[in-house]
């Protein structure tokens, strides 16, 4: 299946440079592109099958985390990836907080930034040094790597899209109670106290969660 792809960046040399890149590392890509808030949701509107956006933070209608609160609150099913000028610790953990999987600094090398649209596309979860790993490894399944069922699989995924307890329990039909008892054991495989102690540790040890339809 086609992926598409929306780059939203208000500097068109960068956003074009950029498009051009991943179109041709990514030839099977459909890449669209957009310069503001405004731009970016009527994308979002007109083309449901988006799955992935990358997003400068700063645009000329709408600035910081807003914006990526903004887009996810009209799009949640794409995955997120927050290009940036700035990888102060609060940036990045507010984009965490918000759902964010993946945050590349502008300043990246360009293998870097290819390597985690590729991670977070596998399901991966991508963050800059010292948040996660330096290099960007092949992912590898939570389930497997953690010794999590795949509900609980379900439930880290969810957690990391920036879903509350409530409504991952909406999300996968079970009840709220049982969304925290999943949590106590994921918290404890990942040595975690906190939904974003949680990212990192995803990051860190190269974690895919990528849906499992079949799960029970």
Do not use: C
């Not at 009840?175 to 925290?180: H, I, L, M, Q």
């Amino acid at each position: 299946m086609q992926t598409q792809a929306l780059l939203v960046d208000d500097h068109p040399l960068f956003r074009e440079g950029l498009a051009l890149l991943l179109a041709h590392q990514f030839p099977q890509w459909r890449l669209l592109q957009a310069g503001s808030l405004q731009q970016a949701t009527a994308r979002l509107a007109d083309e449901p099958g988006i799955g992935l956006v990358v997003l400068d933070l700063s645009l000329p209608d709408s600035d910081g985390l807003a914006t990526l609160t903004r887009l996810r609150a009209l799009a949640p099913g794409p995955r997120y990836v927050v290009l940036s000028a700035s990888d102060a610790p609060e940036l990045v953990v507010g984009a965490i907080e918000a759902g964010a999987a993946g945050f590349v600094p502008k300043t990246a090398q360009t293998g870097a930034m290819l390597g985690a649209m590729r991670a977070v596309l596998d399901g991966g979860v991508v963050l800059p040094a010292p948040f996660g790993a330096a290099t960007v490894a092949p992912a590898r399944a939570a389930t497997e790597v953690l010794g999590i069922s795949p509900r609980q699989g379900d439930v880290l995924r969810l957690l990391i899209e920036g879903k509350s307890n409530k409504a991952i329990s909406r999300d996968l039909g079970i009840a709220e109670s049982t969304v925290k008892t999943h949590l106590e054991v994921i918290y404890r495989k990942l040595d975690a106290t906190s939904r974003t102690q949680a990212v990192v540790a995803a990051a860190r040890l190269g974690l895919r969660l990528d849906a499992l339809p079949d799960s029970v």
